[in-house]
């Protein structure tokens, strides 16, 4: 598949697509139970997960990179999406509570800018998921699925990219222990072999997700006048 926001849609709508954003919704719900009155910023392409806080959050946006493509989101609503440019985002600093980047670090031009851009928006006591394909798992490498483009990572890679960033790692979790092929049979096991997976091979999972604050300990403070400032649109 070619990786734009047409044809990640188009996967999302087939029935492994939609067992794909159950399984992982799975995970990100237990990470965040809710989000009430929170500032929720979706990052890369979130749309088949920010259904899980919509209707707590204060505001709830999806900001999709450029160089995947508009996608309209909630559909049959009012838009909540953007187009953004990864290294420069739209949005005022610290001004975000819960960050959720999934379909974008692995395909961010410079990953370590998109990083330093989540970094800048979010809150001192924010927080931030990232979901990237497993480098260690058949997902990342079969091109039929959104995880099996870009650059894929270990947790220990994730890990270290984060910490060079100014993150602090507090949580790592993994999904997709289903294989990236088969039949109904397999998408009808997919629960089963989701609890297995994680008790027995943990490090196998498609996706490696891992929850982050900002570490703000380390920080250098800039001299006064080269303060950037950046104007939130409305």
């Known amino acids: 598949m ?7 849609a188009d996967f999302y709508a087939t029935p492994r697509g939609a067992a794909t954003a159950r399984l992982i919704r799975a995970r990100l719900r237990d990470f ?7 500032e929720v ?3 890369g392409y979130p749309a088949p997960y920010l259904r899980l806080w919509r209707d707590q959050a204060a505001r709830c946006i999806a900001a999709v990179p450029a160089q995947i493509g508009a996608a309209p989101w909630p559909i049959a609503r009012p838009g909540l999406s953007a187009l953004v440019e990864d ?4 949005f005022a600093d610290v001004s975000i509570d819960r960050l959720l980047l999934i379909h974008g670090l692995e395909h961010a ?3 370590r800018r998109l990083l330093r851009e989540a970094w800048r928006v979010l809150r001192p006591e924010g927080r931030m998921i990232v979901v990237v394909p497993n480098r260690a798992s058949s997902w990342a490498y079969l091109d039929r699925t959104p995880f099996g483009h870009g650059q894929p990572y270990s947790p ?8 060079d960033s100014l ?3 507090e949580r790592r979790d993994a999904a997709l222990f289903l294989p990236p092929l088969g039949g ?5 096991a997919a629960p089963l072999i989701e609890r297995a997976g994680r008790r027995i091979a943990a490090q196998a999972g498609g996706v490696v997700i891992t929850e982050a604050t900002k570490d703000v300990a380390g920080l250098i403070p800039l001299r006064a006048g080269r303060r950037r400032l950046v104007l939130a649109e409305r």
Do not use: C, K, Y
Not at 87 to 90: F, I, R
Not at 156 to 163: I, N, V
């Open 167 to 169: 993150f602090r790692v």
């Open 156 to 163: 220990s890679q994730l890990g270290r990219m984060l910490a």
């Open 87 to 90: 290294d420069a985002l739209p």
């Open 41 to 43: 910023l979706g990052l």
């Open 109 to 111: 031009e410079t990953a």
């Open 184 to 188: 109904r049979a397999i998408l009808r």
């Open 2 to 8: 070619r990786l734009d926001a047409p044809s990640i």
């Open 32 to 38: 965040w139970p809710e989000a009430r009155g929170h």
